[in-house]
């Protein structure tokens, strides 16, 4: 399995993105999937996920401007972002947990919110 996340740039204060994450390979027994952020020096995040079920949850950060959302066909999921901060400026990494435990990893992508 195989995670390629995509979206990420240079936005101004204010301003969107939406991030997306593609699934390469057959996924089975999904507990949840979820995207995370990590700045240098600090603790990756959870900012938000969505359950195997379409239950979601976010981050107190993201509540109210984050959305995320998937296409279970197409196996994508996406992350829209909304009245972006210059706090939210960070790596953003797309994560699949399975039942498990095991868990799978795109890259990261880069989201810069600055004048």
């Known amino acids: 399995v195989q995670l390629q996340a995509s979206g990420g740039g240079l936005v101004q204060p204010g301003g969107s993105l939406r991030l997306s994450c593609a699934a390469f390979g057959n996924i089975w027994h999904i507990d949840y999937m979820g995207w995370y952020r990590q700045v240098p020096g600090k603790q990756r995040e959870l900012v938000a996920f969505?359950?195997?079920?379409?239950?979601?949850s976010y981050a107190d950060s993201a509540k109210g401007r984050f959305t995320i959302s998937r296409d279970i066909v197409e196996k994508i999921m996406y992350l829209r972002m909304n009245s972006l901060k210059p706090e939210d400026t960070a790596a953003y990494y797309c994560?699949?947990?399975?039942?498990?435990?095991?868990?799978?990893w795109g890259q990261g992508t880069q989201v810069t919110v600055s004048s």
């Open positions: 969505i359950t195997d079920g379409g239950i979601t």
């Open positions: 994560n699949i947990h399975l039942f498990s435990g095991e868990d799978f």
